[in-house]
């Protein structure tokens, strides 16, 4: 039940791009971005909802197919306070329940 | 936004005790969360706590093990109750006003037993 992420873990350069994918068994009715700095709270991304309407974070895009039940956040000209670890949150009927997670680290 | 506080932020504990831990709110929100995450895991639901009503528990969860109070709007507290070693963890709560909003987090509390 849990949506598995991939990769499970990312290292990049400074400016480079990566792409991190969460796909779910289960019909979706929204899929939530999240990023967890170690130590730190979760933080709020970006939402996807059915029939193409997103909110959230203006420097960072996604997408979400219904029909295959995934979804995808693309971070583009990485920096270094894009690491940490990513969450996908996939929504059933009152709850969000969170992906496997994948680390990414930035580096100079 | 929501700001949101939580106490106890760390605590560690003998096993067979209990711990209570706080979640204060600074606005009205409807649904309130519990999560707990493991060394290195992702966030695992134990139970969704609405004002007025019990809370309702993930699988893997039972009330016994982890009482929830929501007395009003703005607080819940969510207690782990007979304590080992298994249970040490970060416990987050959440805000929302519907599960497919944005959630906030509150900082966490990291427990460590003994």
Not at chain 1, 41 to 67: D, R, T, W, Y
Not at chain 2, 50 to 58: D, I, P, V
Request: charged share 15%; proline share 5%.
């Amino acid at each position: 039940q849990q949506p598995v992420q991939s990769p499970q873990a990312v290292i990049l350069r400074e400016g480079e791009d990566a792409v991190i994918n969460c796909s779910s068994s289960k019909a979706l009715y929204s899929v939530h971005w999240y990023r967890q700095k170690h130590g730190e709270a979760p933080v709020f991304l970006m939402i996807l909802l059915k029939g193409g309407e997103q909110k959230g974070h203006e420097k960072i895009s996604a997408s979400f197919n219904e029909k295959k039940q995934q979804s995808s956040l693309y971070l583009t000209a990485s920096q270094l306070s894009y690491s940490g670890t990513y969450f996908c949150g996939t929504e059933i009927p009152d709850k969000l329940i969170f992906g496997t997670g994948t680390r990414l680290q930035v580096f100079p | 936004s929501a700001v949101i506080s939580q106490k106890p932020s760390r605590d560690i504990c003998q096993r067979g005790t209990s711990l209570t831990i706080q979640c204060q709110v600074d606005s009205q929100v409807t649904m309130m969360f519990w999560y707990r995450q493991q060394p290195g895991q992702s966030l695992t639901l134990i139970a969704t706590a609405n004002q007025g009503s019990e809370a309702t528990y993930e699988s893997g969860f039972v009330i016994d093990k982890f009482p929830i109070s929501r007395p009003n709007l703005t607080f819940s507290t969510l207690t782990v109750s007979n304590m080992s070693p298994e249970d040490s963890s970060i416990y987050l709560c959440s805000v929302g006003r519907r599960a497919r909003d944005t959630q906030y987090f509150g900082p966490g509390t990291r427990l460590t037993v003994l």
